[in-house]
């Protein structure tokens, strides 16, 4: 890539963006070629939300406020911005003629920040120049007084004390998100195999089928129907329900398993065969894939009709598939929770064609994890939006709301 004009230090940092190259092979590249890297420090890692960049020089800090003049005004009208738009903007500046304007912005089309739509339109950004945007330019944004009283008012108004409480906390958070952000909101509960168990009961049925009814730390109830060989009697099943209660409260029907399976290996006594109908119950209880989807709460996809973000009805109509394939959302969010992320609440940010699933590659996908009782039960909240999105404002709503709905659902565990 050959960007004429364009501060080299910049250049190297913007391929380090576009390109798939490793960071090593990055730095041996321009020690080998003698040059000076200049940030060497974003090479490595992405910028840390609590340090500051070293110290740019001025052709460094205007190819950054162009793209940042660009990247807001787009925010806001959703149009192309065009150069008379910017000259506007720093008409107070020294320095800024409509030519040098001009010229930088067509170095950042030709770095891959920005495109030309039309021949004679403006420039919009490009998810790489988001990407960069997000990664070295965005502030960390606290949220309005009025955010802040929107998103208590919409989650408070039921108590999660009880399972439908907790149930109904996750569906007013995503419409919450859904509806400050105008994107699409989605919360997803830790799954039944995850869940940290706080009461569970069996309840016999006819042809040897048992309802399995457990309640989780958080007042969640995951109700699972399974069928058994051998054939129990109700007292049985109590008695096995009152032992796992008794005995493993606060605990996983992973961990559950596990520990069932060492004590049959330690003690061949009396409880021979209770231990038995607990593994062989926890067993069936985790068959079946329900036991790792966990509930999935999307509101807002009617939304994405509104956004010009996505003129293409069939991409569109993509879009809207993924939406109702719950599996897929939990494959996508758990994928961006998984990469590593420098903003504050362990916020995930993925932009554009950094999402693998391709109905996905126009949008915008901010997420954060929560977590329920010393760190046991995760869960998931986000917002998909096109790539114009409010990254600060999202993000900030995106951490308060996960610590909100952690703190509450772990007071309900208590």
């Known amino acids: 890539m050959v960007c004429s004009g364009l501060p080299e230090s910049l250049i190297l940092r913007l391929a380090a963006i576009s390109s798939g190259l490793s960071v090593m092979r990055r730095l041996k590249s321009a ?77 950042l089309e030709q770095a891959g920040l920005v495109e030309q739509p039309h021949t004679s339109a403006g420039r919009v ?126 605990k996983s029907l992973l961990a559950i398993r596990a520990r069932i399976l060492e004590l049959m290996r330690e003690e061949k006594a009396m409880y021979d065969k209770l231990l038995r109908n607990a593994i062989m ?31 293409n009805i069939e991409k569109m109509r993509e879009l809207f598939r993924t939406f109702e394939e719950k599996s897929r959302l939990v494959k996508i969010l758990s994928e961006c929770i998984s990469r590593d992320s420098v903003y504050p609440g362990n916020v995930h940010i993925v932009i554009g064609r950094e999402n693998a699933t391709p109905s996905m590659q126009n949008c915008a996908l901010i997420s954060a994890p929560y977590r329920i009782q010393n760190g046991e039960g995760a869960g998931t909240i986000g917002v998909v939006g096109p790539m114009r999105i409010e990254y600060s404002r999202v993000s900030a709503m995106v951490n308060y709301m996960a610590r909100l709905i952690e703190r509450r659902l772990t007071e309900a565990a208590l």
């Not at 110290?55 to 793209?67: F, G, I, S, T, Y």
């Open 31 to 107: 020690q080998l070629s003698g040059k000076s890297t200049g940030f060497t420090h974003l090479l490595m890692s992405r910028r840390s939300p609590n340090s500051q960049d070293q110290k740019k020089n001025p052709a460094d800090q205007r190819a950054e406020a162009v793209l940042a003049a660009i990247i807001k005004e787009h925010l806001v009208t959703g149009e192309a911005v065009g150069s008379r738009v910017l000259s506007d903007r720093f008409a107070n500046g020294v320095g800024w003629s409509s030519a040098t304007i001009r010229n930088v912005m067509a170095e």
């Open 125 to 250: 950004p490009t998810d790489n120049g988001y990407r960069y945007y997000v990664d070295h330019m965005l502030s960390e944004t606290s949220l309005s007084a009025e955010d802040l009283r929107s998103i208590n008012e919409m989650l408070n108004s039921d108590s999660p004390e009880s399972a439908e409480g907790a149930e109904g906390l996750m569906g007013r958070a995503s419409h919450a998100l859904s509806a400050l952000s105008e994107n699409v909101g989605i919360v997803i509960s830790p799954t039944l195999a995850g869940n940290c168990l706080k009461h569970i009961e069996f309840v016999l049925l006819a042809d040897r089928r048992i309802l399995v009814v457990m309640v989780s730390a958080a007042n969640l109830v995951h109700n699972k129907l399974i069928y058994v060989d051998a054939a129990l009697g109700q007292d049985e099943l109590d008695r096995t329900a009152r032992y796992l209660n008794v005995e493993f409260a606060g």
């Open 281 to 311: 119950l926890c067993n069936r209880s985790l068959e079946g894939p329900d036991a790792e989807n966990p509930n999935v709460y999307v509101d807002g996809t009617s939304n994405i009709l509104m956004k010009p973000d996505f003129p």
